[in-house]
């Protein structure tokens, strides 16, 4: 591929109960290894993913609670790393809940191929995560800077707030990842949506991948309703509809395109509308 393009997969990952931390890695493996056969760069999963090692339960029956969580962190690490250096892949392992100074936060993790790992906790709380979870927001967005190009981790809610998604895209970055977890249409319409908005608004790309399928036994990941997409700009030369590659919906699958920072660049510059360099900030700020 030529210099500022390059190709990215995007996971629906299914959620299933499972009895090992062996089943979840050997899971997880697949889905490298199928983005891998298609020649991805990058390979995103869903947020609380991990949620799944909570069906392991605890002896008698009962899931984790999400508390137990973090004593998972450092095999989770462990295996992603080991999946980015033998692929040469940079994986955004979905979200996991880590902790920190006894609180916990929903954390975005980036893994590089050169065995660097990156983490961008979630900022914008959802009222399940704080009143049942007690989940602690992060208090800085990040943006990584990456042999293909700067990004951003912008997880599930975080992309219904224009604000931040404006920060990323003056500090730099052209692609915004959002990894997500909904469990019904109406939450997943108001991410997928927001993406769409946050790809206009910006003239960026947005990757999102969501969790599908189901953890019977697990508080508030009982049911999932998930697609993952690959959004551009409604502008010539991208889709009309902004969409490179979408998946089916609630299906166990990956969805695939290459991404071409030049096309942005072209439409920033003189696309049929130019919404990044027309911004008003002589009536609201200047975020760059």
Not at 106 to 112: I, M, Q
Request: proline share 5%; with cysteine.
């Amino acid at each position: 591929m030529r210099k500022g393009r390059f190709r990215v997969s995007a996971v629906q990952y299914r959620l299933g109960t499972i009895d090992s931390f062996e089943a979840f890695a050997a899971q997880s493996t697949h889905y490298v290894c199928a983005a891998q056969e298609f020649g991805a760069d990058f390979v995103l999963f869903p947020e609380f993913f991990t949620t799944q090692l909570l069906s392991i339960g605890d002896g008698a029956g009962r899931a984790l609670p999400i508390g137990r969580l973090p004593e998972f962190t450092d095999r989770y690490r462990a295996l992603f790393t080991g999946l980015a250096r033998e692929t040469g892949m940079h994986i955004i392992a979905g979200t996991h809940i880590v902790e920190r100074g006894g609180k916990l936060y929903n954390t975005a993790h980036l893994f590089l191929p050169d065995g660097r790992v990156l983490e961008q906790p979630k900022l914008h709380l959802t009222p399940t995560e704080v009143k049942e979870w007690k989940l602690t927001p992060g208090e800085e967005l990040r943006v990584f800077g990456t042999e293909h190009g700067t990004i951003a981790l912008l997880t599930c809610y975080d992309i219904e707030f224009p604000e931040i998604a404006r920060i990323a895209k003056a500090r730099g970055a052209d692609v915004v990842f959002c990894p997500s977890c909904t469990d019904d249409q109406h939450g997943f319409w108001r991410v997928r949506y927001s993406c769409h908005a946050r790809a206009v608004e910006n003239q960026v790309y947005v990757v999102t991948a969501g969790t599908v399928g189901s953890l019977p036994t697990v508080d508030f990941m009982r049911m999932n309703y998930g697609q993952a997409a690959i959004i551009t700009p409604n502008d010539v030369p991208f889709p009309p509809r902004g969409v490179l590659a979408e998946g089916v919906v609630g299906e166990d699958m990956i969805v695939t395109a290459d991404l071409d920072l030049t096309l942005l660049e072209e439409v920033r510059a003189a696309g049929s509308v130019t919404t990044w360099r027309d911004r008003r900030t002589d009536l609201y700020p200047d975020w760059s």
